[in-house]
């Protein structure tokens, strides 16, 4: 797991040989001391603290069953499977341990003592330097899923009510790095536009979360709104941590750290981090200017008719950020903060430095933003070369692999060849020309060697069919629906809703052909989903005989008391049908209905219904799923019947089940909906899935040669080679 740790090269000059000298100097490295001195914070409006409810069974519970069972424990040694398994038995008593720990703001110190496992940083060819690698910390299983419970509570918190600011990425729900990205690539187009140069500088916390000063986090917590209660503990949490460190197979000996910060591994540490740098962020975004960040990744620009113009800006950016530096006890890396001017036009560019910390900073040519390479042109040919060399690396890395099945190379090159190449190719895919495209056809052809054998002589695309992989292109395309169907679904809220992607005759922007191509898909009934569909802390529906795994209940549907409602769906040709039956066990018999009801849904195209166990574990456990606002209404309407002091649960039938009276019912009352002719009173909303998926078909159309095209030809050539080969 961990990567052997060479000699070390300290700062005077010396060299740590023995594990015991190296593991100093890396934990002297990752947990650095505050500056000697720290500003005071500015005054600023102190938001009223929200109110939560107490700990509930169901969101401990929740995070129990979403821990990685086999993830690397702490040093207690238990997986989070430990804990799945025993979860009937100890649910009880961990739920009455974490509220403890949420009322009295204590934290147990197991939870706060770490085992650091060094791992290098990427693209850093110099491991004699502790810097060059990055600590990760091996917590508690258990102090992890309360860490996970009181970031989801925070998360919360901060989608709903707009504690942090919107052009703030990552660590966040539907916030992802290519869309700042490409929030980022629009106000540069935009810019061009207008005539004007877009001039951006970016920024890197040293150390980001091992950095942060608890007292500042605290305050600025506070201020955002979030509860003392939470604030309390988090200060608890922050507070005497512990660690030691694993080099070469030795653990050191455990050590105090006075500066711990936010440890590396923590499911709460990344939200954390956001409230200690989300005022270095809060910066309105319009025509002159505005900034993004992606956790500890702080990018902010200007604009101006030239780069010179821009240079006043720029220097009020440094300004600030030094400001909230002083103040928040961080540190920039003086390596990592870079200058570019974007612009198409060389005379409106300029190469004066920047002094920053007394240190001159030159305008780059290129800069790496968030894992891409984005030059002053925006043509992004060296992003593509460095993609389609790393790309090339694993390929032949998982050529040189023998024995495996052409299925499991085939796995292997989707989830570690093609994601090297295609990351954030909604960005710079616009400029994939001819020649790149051939780069990018080099890896792929050595991928497909790798799955089925073929020889180097084999065309590409032969190769691809051959290997049942997609080609670039392909993917590509399916990026850009998902991406252009994603965007429609996202809140009001969010940056990317805000722009509006018409198009322009010069400086075509990438989200402009995007919307382009995607013109023809009709998206006013798709739905928009929400970073949560419930809150955390509310009761799930209850699913009778669900335990966890879906474990078998002996209670048969027939057995069932009190009002039975039995749903169904049918299909036939292009139209969808829900039905149902409704008894009451009180008044009704066996063979009697309260009440029966037929639904027309509509054409498959529009909206799928499927009544089957996945749905049931939708309902159970809600996330940022398609069809969120069904799920929504259903919760709506069973809150309402338990405030009428009605108790609501659901049972998944099997099909196979003949014994089930009311199913036959439900499913004749769904076949009279989708009967030819039926058309919907109401046009439903469409599903992301929906969308989704008739877009791929689509796509897959048009791959398809026509009926009889080629074929003639095909056997023809065939049968030739077979005479060749008889002879």
Known sequence: MEDKVPPLRKED???????????????????????????????????????????????????????????????????????????????????TLFDRSLRDSVVP??????????????????????????????????????EAVVAERISYAVETSGLLPANHFG?????????????????IYKAWRAGKVLSLISFDVKGAYNGVCKERLLQRMLARGIPVGLVRWTDAFCSGRTACVVVNGHTSERRELSQSGLPQ????????????????????????????????????????PTAEDNRVGIQSVIGDALKWEARSGATFEADKTAVIHFTRTAARSSDEPYLIKGKEVNPQNSVKILGVTMDANLRYKEHMTRAAAKGLTAAMGLRRLKMLSPRTARQLFMSTVAPVMDYASNVWMHSCGAQELAWLNRVQMVGAQAITGAFSKVATAVAEAEASIQTVQERHTQAATRLWVNVCTLPQTHPLTRSKY?????????????????????????????????????????????????????????????????????????????????????????????????????TRNWQPLRCN?????????????????TIRQIYERTQYLQRRGCSVSLMWVPAENEDFTLKALAKAAAKRAAMCGETPDERPYQARSTKLRLAKVAQQQLGELPEGVASTLADRASAAEDRTLNT
């Open 502 to 602: 018409k198009a322009k005759r010069r400086f075509v922007s990438p989200m402009q052909k995007i919307a382009i191509t995607m013109a023809k898909t009709n998206t006013e009934r798709l739905e928009t989903i929400h970073e949560y569909t419930i809150p955390p802390w509310s009761d799930r529906i209850p699913v009778v005989g669900e335990h966890y795994d879906y474990v078998e209940t002996d209670q048969a549907p027939n057995d069932v008391e009190g009002i039975i409602i039995a749903t169904a769906s049918s299909q036939k040709g292009d139209t969808v049908g829900m039905g149902g039956v409704v008894r009451d066990t009180t008044i009704n018999s066996a063979g009697e209905v309260l009440a029966s009801y037929s639904v027309t849904i509509g």
């Open 613 to 629: 166990r996945s749905a049931l574990q939708v309902i159970r456990r809600p996330r940022q799923q398609s069809g969120q606002c």
């Open 171 to 187: 660590a966040r729900k539907r916030r992802s790095a290519e869309q700042a990205l490409l929030l980022l690539q629009e106000h």
């Open 109 to 146: 110190h197991q939870w706060r003592s770490a085992k650091i496992i060094p791992l290098k940083k990427s693209d850093n060819g110099d491991y004699t330097v502790a810097k060059a690698w990055r600590p990760i910390s091996l917590l508690s299983t258990l102090g992890k899923i309360m």
């Open 13 to 95: 000059g010396s060299i740590a040989k023995e594990n015991t000298e190296q593991a100093q100097e890396l934990l002297e490295t990752f947990f650095p001391p505050l500056p000697a001195r720290i500003d005071a914070e500015d005054r600023r409006p102190q938001r009223d603290a929200l109110s939560m409810p107490d700990l509930t069974l169901e969101e401990v519970e929740e995070k129990v069953l979403a821990a990685k069972p086999w993830k690397a424990p702490g040093e207690d040694g238990l997986p989070a499977m430990v804990w799945k398994r025993l979860w009937p038995v100890v649910k009880h008593r961990v739920w």
């Open 265 to 304: 591994g923590s499911p709460l540490s990344p939200i954390l981090f956001l409230f200690f740098n989300a005022d270095l962020v809060q910066r309105k975004i319009n025509a002159n200017g505005g900034s993004i960040a992606f956790v500890d990744d702080y990018t902010a620009w200007v604009t101006g």
